[in-house]
Structure formats: C-alpha cells, structure tokens
C-alpha cells in the first residue's frame, strides 16, 4: 500500500505582517543568500524518498 507524501507549503518569499517579505530583513550581499542558493540545487530526492507518507503533512525537508 503506497501512501503519498504531503509536505507543508516552503515558500521562503510569503509575506508575513512584519516585516512585509522576508527580504527586508536580509540585505542583498548578505552570504545567507549564497547558502540558500546553494541549497535550493542540492539534489535531495534520495532524502525525499525516505518519507513513507501518510499521516499529517510533514515540513519540507530543504
């Protein structure tokens, strides 16, 4: 029986109420921002597929 995996919404350019977008808080040269394009190309399919799904939707692993 295969259930599917459900994770719950990772959208790092929501808004919130304050600060309006993530962004205000992150200057444009900050080194954060490297990482995080770093890690948005990380290959993590393996890492993916090792949730069985089912139940509450989990967070994103990324």
């Known amino acids: 029986m295969s259930r599917k995996v459900i994770f719950k919404t990772y959208n790092q350019d929501q808004l919130s109420l ?8 992150v200057p444009v040269n900050h080194p954060v921002r490297i990482v995080n394009t770093i890690i948005d190309h990380v ?19 990324r």
């Open 43 to 61: 290959d993590i399919s393996a890492l993916e597929k090792s949730y069985k799904g089912g139940g509450t939707s989990s967070y994103h692993p």
């Open 18 to 25: 304050l600060p309006p977008s993530y962004d205000d808080l």
